[in-house]
């Protein structure tokens, strides 16, 4: 089974994964990487000001490299 990695990259922030996990099809490593980043998106960008555009970056890799990426951008504007 391969191992896909899933690295973080916030603003300037890089997490990389060491450890991974197995999945049978690729679909499942998609999915995963797709609720990590509604996870992450989720719990980090309230608190995030000014207003503005943030963007952040889950990536899937297998050995060989990088085979994805699922990018969230998050916009902060004012209402006036």
Do not use: H
């Amino acid at each position: 089974m391969p191992r896909y990695y899933f690295d973080v990259k916030d603003g300037d922030s890089i997490a990389n994964d060491a450890e991974g996990i197995e999945f049978r099809a690729f679909e499942n490593a998609w999915n995963e990487a797709a609720r990590t980043a509604a996870e992450l998106a989720k719990d980090r960008f309230p608190g995030r000001l000014p207003y503005g555009d943030q963007q952040m970056k889950v990536g899937v890799r297998v050995e060989s490299g990088p085979i994805m990426a699922i990018c969230v951008k998050f916009s902060v504007e004012p209402c006036r």
